[in-house]
T-cell receptor, first 110, second 110 residues
Framework: GQQVMQIPQYQHVQEGEDFTTYCNSS?????IQWYKQRPGGHPVFLIQLVKSGEVKKQKRLTFQFGEAKKNSSLHITATQTTDVGTYFC??????????FGAGTILRVKS | DAEITQSPRHKITETGRQVTLACHQTWNHNNMFWYRQDLGHGLRLIHYSYGVHDTNKGEVSDGYSVSRSNTEDLPLTLESAASSQTSVYFC?????????FGPGTRLTVL
């Protein structure tokens, strides 16, 4: 079945440093979504990317969808302690079914 | 406000017992999903439904079943609980795109 690889598995940064997580698929995707899960919480939707080469920003978060629609990234500028959590990409090839990456756990040292 | 709820929030059971986890949403969404979350695996799809009386198997459906008799509910049943089914279970619903997740049920099978 369809697989989505997400790296790194874990990242520990100093507050103020940047952070990036990457998501890759071997097949072309219809769209990709990103979710954030705080420790002990449930996944919460952040954004959906649909177009080839699309770039979207939410304050300090920048989301990109690759030109071939096979990869995506989430970049956080100047991390804060409130950014702590696990970030998941979730890919859709068709329909409303999503395949989730394994997630990147972000820890921020203050 | 619309919401999605899960019950129980925590459950301890013994191997071989039948267990049912409840999921109820008031978003009036047609699409509902059950995932399990295990460290290193992200969220894996168990079963999903696109409407009343519609159910479909996900990537890890063995040992689980669901039924959809109305729009609001998608209960997940473990026919004969096994220790390998110890996990955190999330229910989600969607209309188009974004999935809304419930708070999760932590299930321990002893």
């Amino acid at each position: 079945g369809q697989q989505v690889m997400q790296i790194p598995q874990y990242q520990h940064v100093q507050e103020g440093e940047d952070f990036t997580t990457y998501c890759n698929s071997s097949t072309t995707l219809s769209n990709i979504q990103w979710y954030k899960q705080r420790p002990g919480g449930h996944p919460v939707f952040l954004i959906q990317l649909v177009k080839s080469g699309e770039v979207k920003k939410q304050k300090r978060l920048t989301f990109q969808f690759g030109e071939a629609k096979k990869n995506s990234s989430l970049h956080i500028t100047a991390t804060q302690t409130t950014d702590v959590g696990t970030y998941f990409c979730a890919a859709s090839k068709y329909g409303n079914k999503l395949v989730f990456g394994a997630g990147t756990i972000l820890r921020v040292k203050s | 406000d619309a919401e999605i709820t899960q019950s129980p929030r925590h459950k301890i059971t013994e191997t071989g017992r039948q267990v049912t986890l409840a999921c109820h949403q008031t978003w009036n969404h047609n699409n509902m999903f059950w995932y399990r979350q295990d460290l290193g695996h992200g969220l894996r799809l168990i079963h999903y439904s696109y409407g009343v009386h519609d159910t479909n198997k996900g990537e890890v459906s063995d040992g689980y079943s669901v039924s959809r008799s109305n729009t609001e509910d998608l209960p997940l049943t473990l026919e004969s609980a096994a220790s390998s089914q110890t996990s955190v279970y999330f229910c989600a619903s969607s209309s188009l795109g974004e999935q809304f997740f419930g708070p999760g049920t932590r299930l321990t099978v002893l």
